[in-house]
């Protein structure tokens, strides 16, 4: 039975991570409401910007409903300003603390090749748009890459979060390491 993976769709690019989900042989349910949080088996955070994003949050009432799913267990993949909304200062689930745009503005979007855990071939092509970095983590968490010494995916029991943009580089085997997370319960 395909698992079902929620993609939080309060903005940012959450159609091209749903559509990667379906590719991948998931089900997929676009997440709007609390009520849209039922039953799911993993949940993707997309990119866009963490300020509109933590108003969308606010103004729908998911913020509780978002920390229980993930102190649940549920296993939750957020990318770019998914990575933030996760970390210390906004839902405060990750023992992280993010740096906001912190390789720069839009025109200091930059391409890399990373060696990511768990990721088996070629390096992943790594895509960073207006991009941040994790400034802090607590020893629970794992750091799976890094930039100039600047961790970019890091892992946290059932948290994998990542600074750049996979969705849009073709990048499927983020997803792929995240959905074999949803299939392992982890």
Known sequence: MAPLVGVL???GDFEAHGRVLRELGAEV???RTPADLDGLDGLVIP???STTMTLGIEREGLAGPLRDLVRNGTPVF???AGM???DRRHLGVMDI???RNAFGRQVRSFEED???PGVDGEPVRAVFIRAPWVEEHGDAVEVLAAVDGHPVAARQDNMLVISFHPEIAGERRLHELFL???SNGR
């Open 9 to 11: 769709a309060l903005q």
């Open 29 to 31: 349910r676009e997440v």
């Open 47 to 49: 990119g866009g910007e």
């Open 78 to 80: 957020g990318t770019c």
């Open 84 to 86: 933030i909304m996760l």
């Open 97 to 99: 603390t993010c740096a």
């Open 114 to 116: 990373l060696e990511i």
């Open 180 to 182: 074999r997370g949803v």
